[in-house]
């Protein structure tokens, strides 16, 4: 089924009308002169990309030869290639220079097979010249130098008449002989079987094709169907034989995924969880899916707005639906696993996304900061925020490494189904982001809101009764659950005690842990003490600030209800209302002014939060 929507994709794209060709960004562009004289070089411009505040032009896409499967180093690509494979000498390493030389031959094999094309005689008689004569290639690398090439950048010729390779004379050339390339290798297959996709009996294909920008697998790419050893086998069918899909399906199929892999929104990529996600509808549709792991507040405003219109879902007769797929692999060596397959109705989708925007809402007790230090749109002190990206939702639940962060391995894909499907998230998600709590002794905003939407999934799943979360202190219908009451408590003595005396070491840093697990095992003592500090705070900052601290425990305690002993061990869901509880009092205190008990925005906070997946690079 998978490969078979694939197909569909590739179909509707037009990915697969000429298989002889491939899409390539090519980045830099040899400008020649009809006798192959170097005239100089410029860089390509394709379309732009937006890539947090800043504005990439990406190079452009050009149809370049499909030489098949070009891992064995050797192999390149007719008239154009990266820079080593093209130019003698430039930064070339062994394998480079055998492979320049198969780029040589195949450009004469083009002049000859061309009829003496002229721009192709032209090229050739470059690559000569610069063979004979290597100072000649100075003035390129010189000009080439200046945009800092990387090793993968691609560099293909053009003349006064355009792309070389866009010349009907080339593209005639080389689709003659990728047809008969294909006629050879299907001579030598004379198994025929059912193709697993179309259905259709026809030779099945021996080796598939790479898929590009999978993590954790080969950069050179790696297969979704491979089967290299006699361990794999069966029946006595060779390679992927095994699971036989005829060569037209291969073709497309890895079209598309490539096409989805590349796109800018058709795909995310977590490299913490070492997981790309790729996704896509049956029919073309203007929703941006990027609202899952790149957000925009106003995109995600206008979501929550929208409301649902009944006609979405019975405007349209039954199986006629629009429907939304989504893909998620990962790589290990040459292959590719399949981490997960999603196919739902685009209205439901919508309505689930809206869903996870709401149940992730939530009161920010400090800025939230973007790279270049400036407060993020929509994401200043108390105001409500809910637009996380799937990447910081991701990383709250990990420990930060040298290089991104050590998570959770299946929390990417719980919490992408979670997003798409609108289904509760298992509960050691909500362990993990108690243990980080322990371990830090904060409780971030992000962290607070995955909290909130897993608390109030697993409520409404499980039919309990149970109130749900609030995205912020709610004075007028407190809160009766005692684990929050007791989040909320340890937070107004940890104020008390920071205004009365100002500890280097804090009551969250040294009972934190305790506290939200076995309350009674520590209350008793801080209850006792919160006397003394209260008196502090009255000499310190005047009688009214102890006065509305005193106001607030009193609340806590008696509001709805007496809370007449503190419990000996709380749940692992009352251990994240606990957490909840003491973010709301935190974010109440951090906007109040001094006279009040607050900090009136002076306090000092930790700012920022998990960077963007590296995706977002």
């Given at each position: 089924m998978i490969i078979s929507r694939l197909c569909e994709y590739a179909q509707r794209e037009n990915l697969v009308s000429d298989p002889a060709f491939e899409e390539r960004p090519v980045r830099f562009l040899i400008t020649l002169a009809d006798d192959g004289r170097f005239l100089g070089t410029r860089e390509t411009q394709g379309r732009e990309v937006q890539r947090g505040k800043k504005t990439f032009a990406q190079p452009k896409l050009v149809l370049v030869p499909k030489v098949g499967n070009r891992t064995d180093g050797r192999t390149a690509c007719l008239l154009a290639d990266t820079i080593p494979?093209?130019?003698?000498?430039?930064?070339?390493?062994?394998?480079?220079?055998?492979?320049?030389?198969?780029?040589?031959?195949?450009?004469?094999?083009?002049?000859?097979?061309?009829?003496?094309?002229?721009?192709?005689?032209?090229?050739?008689?470059?690559?000569?010249?610069?063979?004979?004569?290597?100072?000649?290639?100075?003035?390129?690398?010189?000009?080439?130098?200046?945009?800092?090439?990387?090793?993968?950048?691609?560099?293909?010729?053009?003349?006064?008449?355009?792309?070389?390779?866009?010349?009907?004379?080339?593209?005639?050339?080389?689709?003659?002989?990728?047809?008969?390339?294909?006629?050879?290798?299907?001579?030598?297959?004379e198994r025929t079987l059912?193709?697993?996709?179309?259905?259709?009996?026809?030779?099945?294909?021996?080796?598939?094709?790479?898929?590009?920008?999978v993590p954790g697998g080969n950069p050179s790419g790696v297969s979704l169907v491979s089967a290299d050893k006699a361990a794999f086998g069966s029946l006595g069918l060779p390679k992927s034989e095994t699971s036989p899909v005829c060569s037209n399906c291969v073709e497309a199929y890895?079209?598309?995924?490539?096409?989805?892999?590349?796109?800018?929104?058709?795909?995310?990529?977590?490299?913490?969880?070492?997981?790309?996600?790729?996704?896509?509808?049956?029919?073309?549709?203007?929703?941006?899916?990027?609202?899952?792991?790149?957000?925009?507040?106003?995109?995600?405003?206008?979501?929550?707005?929208?409301?649902?219109r009944p006609r979405d879902r019975t405007g349209v007769a039954a199986g006629?639906?629009?429907?939304?797929?989504?893909?998620?692999?990962?790589?290990?060596?040459?292959?590719?696993?399949?981490?997960?397959?999603?196919?739902?109705?685009?209205?439901?989708?919508?309505?689930?996304?809206?869903?996870?925007?709401?149940?992730?809402?939530v009161i920010l007790d400090r800025d939230l900061r973007d790279t270049d230090k400036t407060v993020r749109e929509g994401g200043a002190r108390g105001e409500v925020f809910c637009a996380w990206p799937l990447g910081w939702l991701t990383r709250t639940l990990g420990r930060r490494q040298e290089r991104g962060y050590e998570v959770p391995p299946k929390a990417s894909s719980q919490l992408f189904r979670a997003a798409v499907l609108g289904g509760p998230l298992p509960e050691d998600l909500l362990a993990a982001a108690v243990r980080r709590i322990r371990a830090e002794h904060d409780v971030p905003p992000v962290r607070a809101a995955l909290i909130r939407l897993i608390l109030n999934r697993l409520t409404r799943n499980r039919d309990e009764g149970g109130t749900e979360m609030p995205e912020a202190l709610d004075g007028k219908n407190p809160q009766a659950n005692a684990g929050y009451r007791c989040g909320r408590l340890f937070a107004v003595l940890a104020r008390l005690q920071y205004l009365a005396v100002s500890p280097k070491a804090t009551i969250v840093d040294r009972f934190y842990g305790a506290a939200s697990t076995a309350p009674a095992s520590v209350f008793g003592q801080l209850m006792h003490l919160h006397h003394a500090h209260l008196s502090k705070v009255a000499d310190k900052w005047g009688p009214g600030t102890a006065t509305n601290i005193r106001k607030d425990i009193e609340d806590i305690t008696t509001q709805p209800?007496?809370?007449?002993?503190?419990?000996?061990?709380?749940?692992?869901?009352?251990?994240?209302?606990?957490?909840?509880g003491f973010y709301h009092q935190q974010a109440e205190y951090r906007g109040r002014s001094r006279e009040?008990?607050?900090?009136?925005?002076?306090?000092?906070?930790?700012?920022?939060?998990?960077?963007?997946?590296p995706d977002e690079e």
């Open positions: 494979r093209v130019l003698r000498g430039h930064d070339q390493k062994p394998a480079d220079r055998a492979t320049h030389a198969d780029f040589i031959d195949k450009v004469r094999q083009a002049a000859d097979g061309t009829e003496g094309d002229l721009a192709v005689r032209s090229v050739l008689a470059f690559l000569e010249a610069a063979e004979a004569h290597p100072p000649l290639l100075a003035p390129l690398s010189a000009e080439l130098a200046e945009s800092k090439p990387r090793p993968g950048d691609w560099i293909t010729f053009e003349t006064a008449d355009g792309l070389v390779l866009e010349r009907a004379a080339v593209r005639t050339y080389w689709r003659r002989r990728h047809a008969q390339r294909r006629e050879q290798g299907q001579g030598r297959q059912t193709c697993l996709s179309c259905g259709q009996d026809a030779p099945a294909s021996e080796t598939h094709g790479k898929l590009k920008g890895t079209r598309a995924l490539n096409h989805l892999l590349a796109g800018e929104r058709t795909r995310y990529r977590d490299n913490d969880s070492n997981v790309a996600y790729v996704f896509w509808t049956r029919e073309p549709i203007e929703d941006d899916w990027t609202v899952l792991h790149r957000p925009d507040p106003q995109q995600v405003r206008k979501l929550l707005g929208s409301p649902y006629d639906e629009n429907a939304f797929y989504a893909l998620s692999l990962s790589g290990v060596g040459g292959r590719a696993m399949i981490r997960d397959w999603i196919e739902e109705t685009v209205p439901r989708v919508r309505e689930n996304l809206r869903g996870w925007f709401q149940d992730l809402a209800d007496l809370l007449t002993e503190f419990p000996r061990q709380l749940s692992l869901h009352d251990q994240g209302r606990f957490a909840l009040r008990g607050g900090s009136g925005g002076e306090e000092p906070l930790p700012t920022g939060e998990p960077s963007e997946s």
